[in-house]
C-alpha cells in the first residue's frame, strides 16, 4: 500500500487554506498546492496565496513557483505535485479547488507529447473565426472519437483537442489509451460544500478585501509585462474585470461586481465536481456542510468530526508528525 495522502478540497473562498494549515499543524504534515493560480508567483493577493506568516507554520509547497509567462499544465503539475510528497515532511496535505489536478494526480495522465506553437496558434485561429461549433465540426473530420466525446460548445477542451490532433498526428483519445498507471498513494479527502449564500458572501467580502490589500496594482503591474492575454493567469478570476477598469471600459465598482459573479459561477461547477466524486473507493470522503470562516468555528462544531475522520483513516499526528 503507498503512502497516505490528505486532500482539502472544496470551492473557492470555502475556508480550504485554513484548514489545511490547522491540520498541518496538528499533524505535523505538509501543505501541498493544488490550485492553479497559486502556482504563480504573481498575483500573490488576487490568488488568495497564504501569507509569509502562514507558511511560516507549516511546510508548504508548490505555492508561486512559476512566472506567468509559464503555463501551469495538469502534466507539469502531477510531476511536481508527486516529487513534492514524495520529500513531505509528515502527512502530505493537498490544497486547492482545481479538480483536473487531483484527479490526474490519482488516475494518471495521457503521455501526450508538446505540442508545436504553430498547432496552438491555429486552433486558436479557427476557434475565433469559427466558434465553438465551427472548430467541433473541423475536429469531428480528423479526430471523430474524441470529438464525441466533447460538447460542440466547449470552447477550451475542443481547442486543446484540435491543437493536439494536429500537432502531433494522433487524438486525445489516442493517447488516453496509452496512459500510465496511477502512482501508489492513498487518497483520503475533506471537502467543504457551505451554503450557497455564506459562499457567495465570502466570496464578495473576499474581493474587496482584496483591493483594499492592492490586487489592482498587482493587475496593472501583471498588464504592464505585456504577456499573451490568453495565458492562464491573465484569464484569473478578477483579472479581466480589472483589467476592463484599468482600461476605462468599466468602473470599479462595475469590475468588482463581474468578477465575483464569475467567481460564484465557477464555484458552482466545483461544488457539482465534488459532489460526483463523494463516492470515492472505500468512502474515504468527509464532507463539511460549511465553511470555515475562522478557527474558533472550526474548533467548536467541525473539528470533532474531522478528528473522528483522520483516526478512523488511521492519519494520526503520532503516525505522521516526524
Not at 58 to 81: E, I, M, N, Q, S
Not at 224 to 253: C, F, I, K, N
Not at 298 to 315: S, V
Request: net charge positive.
Amino acid at each position: 500500500m503507498g503512502r497516505d495522502v490528505l486532500v482539502v478540497a472544496g470551492p473557492t473562498a470555502s475556508g480550504k487554506s485554513a484548514l489545511a494549515l490547522a491540520l498541518a499543524r496538528h499533524l505535523g504534515g505538509t501543505v501541498i498546492n493544488a490550485d492553479a493560480m497559486q502556482c504563480y508567483r504573481d498575483l500573490h493577493i488576487l490568488t488568495a496565496r497564504p501569507s509569509a506568516a502562514e507558511t511560516a507554520e507549516a511546510p508548504h509547497a508548490l505555492y508561486g513557483v512559476l512566472d506567468a509567462a509559464t503555463p501551469a499544465t495538469a502534466a507539469w503539475w502531477r510531476g511536481a505535485a508527486l516529487d513534492a510528497i514524495a520529500v513531505a515532511p509528515g502527512l502530505p496535505i493537498l490544497c486547492g479547488g482545481t479538480g483536473l489536478y487531483l484527479r490526474v494526480l490519482a488516475e494518471g495522465i495521457a503521455p501526450v507529447p508538446e505540442v508545436p506553437e504553430a498547432a496552438r496558434a491555429e486552433a486558436r485561429r479557427l476557434l475565433a473565426e469559427l466558434g465553438a461549433p465551427g472548430l467541433h465540426a473541423r475536429l469531428a473530420a480528423i479526430d471523430p472519437e474524441t470529438a464525441a466525446r466533447l460538447r460542440p460548445n466547449d470552447s477550451q477542451r475542443l481547442a486543446r483537442a484540435y491543437e493536439v490532433a494536429t500537432g502531433t498526428g494522433h487524438g486525445l483519445a489516442h493517447w488516453q489509451r496509452q496512459q500510465a498507471a496511477p502512482p501508489a498513494l492513498r487518497f483520503s479527502a475533506i471537502v467543504l460544500d457551505p451554503p450557497v449564500a455564506e459562499l457567495r458572501a465570502a466570496i464578495t467580502s473576499r474581493f474587496h478585501a482584496m483591493l483594499e490589500a492592492g490586487a489592482l496594482e498587482e493587475v496593472r503591474a501583471l498588464l504592464a509585462r505585456g504577456l499573451d492575454p490568453a495565458l492562464p493567469l491573465l484569464r484569473a478570476h478578477g483579472v479581466p474585470e480589472l483589467t476592463d477598469h484599468l482600461a476605462g471600459r468599466a468602473t470599479l465598482a462595475e469590475a468588482a461586481a463581474r468578477a465575483v459573479a464569475a467567481t460564484a459561477r465557477y464555484t458552482k461547477r466545483q461544488r457539482t465536481w465534488w459532489r460526483h466524486h463523494e463516492a470515492a473507493p472505500g468512502g474515504r470522503v468527509l464532507p463539511i456542510r460549511a465553511r470555515i470562516a475562522a478557527m474558533t468555528q472550526l474548533m467548536e462544531r467541525e473539528w470533532p468530526q474531522i478528528l473522528a475522520f483522520l483516526d478512523h483513516m488511521g492519519l494520526t499526528a503520532a503516525q505522521h508528525r516526524q
